[in-house]
């Protein structure tokens, strides 16, 4: 099983419709985890940190699971400018923390 | 522009050629990381630095690399005997670290390397 999992998508989801991705991860005792966005040849940008207690930023909420060792990402009244690709992260611990990239999930919004 | 920068942009080589990229990161950041990755995958973890410390190596990481971070400033990523399965984007990511986390990255623009 890989460290950090996520369904590669593509979610094809109409403009304002509410989606939810989830990462799936193991071995890992973290105290923060991350969602980055990536556009088609860019490089990936931080989109939100994840704690324990969740975070909300405008339309986008992420949520940390430890008993089933997910986190998510909910993103309400999608914009086409929210097309790309959804990264996280679940640092893993080495000799020190060693950040643990998922595959990353499409997200396609269309008008 | 106060983010990271990477160079160069794009490198084509031959196989069997050697290469070095480089990263200057934030200037406060303590902490750089490279990493690499194909076509519809994340970025694979390759090796981090914190200050000039070279902490973690990925145990996929062959010989023919190798990365400094010379008095924790900017890094190089050298690979030796390019062979075409090193043909990917590199990234380099920096961020200020602490004790307890991996620390919000901030990523460059990238190499892309194309080994013939």
């Known amino acids: 099983r890989k460290e950090v999992e996520q369904d590669p998508g593509p979610f094809n989801v109409p403009e304002g419709a509410t989606v939810a991705f989830n990462c799936t991860y193991s071995?890992?005792?973290?105290?923060?985890f991350f969602w980055y966005r990536q556009d088609c040849r860019k490089e990936p940008k931080l989109l939100m940190s994840?704690?324990?207690s969740g975070n909300e930023d405008g339309r986008f909420t992420a949520q940390l699971n430890r008993a089933s060792q997910y986190i998510s990402l909910l993103i309400r009244d999608s914009k086409l400018s929210d097309s790309a690709t959804y990264l996280c992260?679940?640092?893993?611990?080495?000799?020190?923390?060693?950040?643990?990239f998922g595959r990353g999930t499409s997200l396609i919004v269309h008008p | 522009d106060t983010g990271v920068s990477q160079n160069p942009r794009h490198k084509i080589t031959k196989r069997g050629q050697n290469v070095t990229f480089r990263c200057d990161p934030i200037?406060?950041?303590?902490?750089l990381y490279w990493y690499r990755q194909t076509l519809g995958q994340g970025p694979e973890f390759l090796t981090y630095?914190?200050?000039?410390?070279?902490?973690?190596k990925s145990r996929l990481l062959s010989d023919r690399f190798s990365a400094e971070r010379p008095k924790g400033s900017f890094s190089t990523l050298e690979i030796q005997r390019t062979e075409q399965g090193d043909s990917a984007m590199y990234l380099c990511?920096?961020?200020?670290?602490?004790?307890?986390?991996?620390?919000?990255?901030?990523f460059g623009p990238g190499t892309r390397l194309t080994v013939t």
């Open positions: 990511a920096s961020s200020l670290g602490t004790s307890g986390g991996a620390g919000e990255q901030y």
């Open positions: 071995n890992s005792a973290s105290q923060s």
């Open positions: 994840v704690y324990s």
């Open positions: 992260v679940a640092p893993r611990i080495g000799g020190s923390y060693i950040p643990t």
């Open positions: 200037s406060e950041h303590n902490r």
């Open positions: 630095f914190q200050n000039e410390a070279q902490l973690e």
